[in-house]
């Protein structure tokens, strides 16, 4: 089964920029989306395709992809994207299956 | 606005039956494919399972497959996850998300996702 792994942990500067990477087989193919997770509350989208963002979403997310190695970066962090950020692809078995990154902790100091 | 709202979550004792509802409103329900994602106590995201939208065809997790059945009635826009012979492992909130772009192109994302029903296996 395809993996996604990701750093556990990431801090940044307030206004700084940070890239939060995604490592796994299945990215040499296929495009990673992005999810923002606060405390308590439910995921929510921030970058999908090769880098698209949802209504609302701020363009200081960005998404790249390099080899097996996605990336979304966040430039000029605000305190308010202190968050565990996953990214997602779709398998490479071809057996409809989905997987998830491992998470990262991104934390504004 | 396009929204999903899970229910049916509660405690249920090991082995044990539980029916997960979703009710997607703002969009057209039937022409997407929705999948349900599950995160257990201070853990990550899991994917569990999906279902099509015009071919309604459904697929899971190893890790549910042949316990979980995943259904949609598209007349009443809502989505359902029947969980039986449930184990402690499967303690954990469900998310219900609506799939954007296709699998075989490889260009998928899940949203939007709901606020989530919390599911606890114990006895």
């Known amino acids: 089964s395809s993996e996604l792994t990701q750093d556990p942990a990431v801090s940044v500067a307030l206004g700084q920029t940070v890239r939060i990477t995604c490592q796994g087989d299945s990215l040499r193919n296929y495009y990673a989306s992005w999810y923002q997770q606060k405390p308590g509350q439910a995921p929510v989208l921030v970058i999908y395709?090769?880098?698209n963002r949802p209504s609302g979403i701020p363009d200081r997310f960005s998404g790249s992809r390099s080899g097996n190695t996605a990336s979304l970066t966040i430039t000029g962090a605000q305190a308010e994207d202190e968050a565990d950020y996953y990214c997602?692809?779709?398998?490479?078995?071809?057996?409809?299956?989905?997987?998830f990154g491992t998470g990262t902790k991104v934390t504004v100091l | 606005e396009v929204q999903v709202l899970e229910s049916g979550g509660g405690l249920v004792q090991p082995g044990g039956s539980l029916r997960l509802s979703c009710a997607a409103s703002?969009?057209?329900?039937?022409?997407?494919?929705m999948s349900w994602v599950r995160q257990a106590p201070g853990k990550g995201l899991e994917w569990v399972s999906i279902i099509g939208g015009i071919d309604g065809n459904p697929h899971y997790a190893d890790s549910v497959k042949g316990r979980f059945t995943i259904s949609r009635d598209n007349s009443k826009n809502t989505l359902y996850l029947q969980m039986n012979s449930l184990r402690a492992e499967d303690t954990a909130v469900y998310y219900c998300a609506r799939r954007g772009g296709t699998y075989n192109d490889g260009i998928v994302w899940f949203g939007p996702w709901g606020p989530g029903t919390p599911v606890t296996v114990s006895s």
């Open positions: 997602c692809s779709r398998d490479t078995s071809g057996n409809h299956n989905y997987v």
């Open positions: 703002g969009f057209t329900f039937s022409i997407y494919a």
């Open positions: 395709d090769k880098n």
